[in-house]
């Protein structure tokens, strides 16, 4: 007995709204040809739909795209790192379980074991007469992160997957599906450990446009790129009785900004950004003159230095891309500036390495380093030169002298505290040489670096309009 099935799939939308409602009208036209036509249809989301980058996700904290999922009409979506990692932990639970499409997640757990908030471990969805279709989705752990940020824990992700699969398929699962949030590089050396078990991983994370499936170990393994930018197709023969697919074949469908939109998806949108409009209309500081991007960012490391009660602040100047206007300053102008998507931390050095890194931001080899990933926004900024808080110096260069922290000459030896973000956490993503060998203390649990900022901003525009009013 033979049934077939067209998996729809995307992934790594990011909140890239303009492609969102054209692929919504190309998925929702595509399944009407396809039912039209008596086919199985399934449409999967690999994760990372939501990005706290954008303001219509941040203002309507994440709600838009429930909406807009569920307007698609998905059956079930992975868990990316951009709905782990910038939400708190209580809007997590929240979100998974408000959404009425199924949120998928095996390899992180709330510390009791139960699963978090409303995710699933495990989905079987029945599709034709006869074919039942067992889902489930890991994301990347990031080593120990969620378990820092949020208290989550971490199973091990293919013991994990192993049993997944054997609680599907001891429920009547004929195929099985891993929407996979680890990234291409790892669905590669994942599929030889799960060959047999697992039929197909419909990948994410990585952005990988692959514009046919890729078969390793007879697994097959697909992904669609980013951004709304395509739409995947996969159609399979399936063997009901020896649960194995007999073929498959697909094709990457791409989407412009030149094809129609879905109008249920332009709705939603509509709603979202009415909403939108009002959050980022509230003024939070009122500048009264022209404030450079290099006194902004010095601005940033002072609130750092005050969030935390550090010793120093530092900031880099990739955190934000320009400074501001004279007059009033919008929640708005402050969230279109400072893109990036930094957790807030405490970390350690000594005097040597503060004094490396006051040398080494006169080093343009390092400051015009091009930074991806990492919660860069946008993708490829330069790291920038880094601004202090609580330590001056004389002269630059090569010719710095009377290196003074917090008014006391420094001392090489000493460790000093730093409130900073989490790129200057790693030397490969900073570039800054002299961030090897800091220590971790502790890091933001729910808010970004963007935030300090602005809670900072709002505090002196509050505390002058009252000064004003005495």
């Known amino acids: 007995m033979k049934e077939t099935i067209t998996i729809l799939h995307t992934n790594d939308l990011h909140g890239h709204y303009e492609f969102a409602l054209r692929q919504a009208a190309f998925i929702k036209k595509r ?18 739909h939501m990005d706290m980058s954008m303001n219509e996700c941040l203002a309507t904290e994440g709600y838009i795209h429930l909406d807009m999922l569920a307007a698609t009409e998905y059956d079930a979506m992975a868990v990316g790192n951009n709905e782990l990692l910038r939400l708190p932990k209580q809007k997590i639970r929240k979100l998974s379980s408000d959404s009425k499409v199924p949120w998928l997640l095996l390899n992180l757990e709330e510390p009791d074991g139960s699963s ?18 067992g889902l489930f989705s890991a994301t990347d752990q990031f080593e120990d992160l969620y378990e820092n940020k949020h208290g989550f824990r971490n199973r091990d992700t293919l013991s994990a997957i192993k049993a997944g699969v054997a609680s599907l398929k001891e429920n009547g699962a004929n195929l ?7 990234g291409y590089k790892a669905d590669l050396e994942i599929a030889p450990q799960v060959s047999g078990e697992i039929d197909v991983i419909i990948g994410a994370h990585s952005h990988t446009v692959l514009q046919k499936p890729e078969v390793v170990s007879d697994v097959i393994i697909v992904q669609a790129g980013c951004y709304g930018q395509y739409v995947g197709e996969l159609k399979l023969t399936v063997d009901i009785e020896n649960k194995k697919v007999l073929n498959h074949s697909g094709h990457l469908n791409e989407i412009s900004l030149e094809d129609e939109c879905d109008p249920e998806l332009k709705e939603v949108m509509e709603k979202g950004r009415l909403e939108t409009e009002s959050f980022l209309s509230e003024i939070i500081y009122q500048a009264d003159d022209d404030i450079s991007h290099e006194d902004l960012v010095r601005i940033c490391s002072d609130s750092l230095k005050e969030f935390w009660g550090t010793d120093i602040g530092i900031m880099y100047g990739g955190g934000m891309t320009e400074g501001l206007k004279e007059g009033d300053v919008t929640k708005g102008t402050l969230l279109n500036i400072c893109k990036s998507m930094h957790t807030p931390v405490i970390m350690t050095l000594n005097g040597e390495k503060i004094t490396g890194l006051i040398k080494q931001s006169y080093m343009e080899e390092i400051t015009s380093k091009k930074v991806y990933g990492s919660g860069f926004r946008p993708h490829g900024i330069p790291i920038g030169k880094i601004q202090f808080s609580g330590v001056s110096w004389d002269g630059h260069d090569d010719e710095i002298s009377n290196i003074l922290v917090n008014g006391e000459p420094i001392d090489l030896n000493k460790t000093y505290t730093i409130g900073t973000g989490t790129p200057f956490l790693y030397e490969e993503v900073c570039g800054y040489l002299s961030v090897e060998g800091n220590e971790l203390i502790d890091l933001g649990k729910d808010i970004m670096i963007k935030d300090v900022l602005i809670n900072y901003l709002k505090e002196q525009y509050n505390a002058s309009k009252n000064k004003s009013t005495v």
Not at 116 to 133: A, C, V, Y
């Open 31 to 48: 399944k009407k040809e396809l039912h039209a036509q008596n086919e199985n249809v399934l449409l999967l989301d690999g994760g990372d």
């Open 116 to 133: 978090i908030g409303g995710t699933k471990e495990t989905l079987i969805l029945e599709k034709g007469e006869h074919l039942k279709i």
């Open 176 to 182: 099985i599906i891993f929407l996979s949030h680890l």
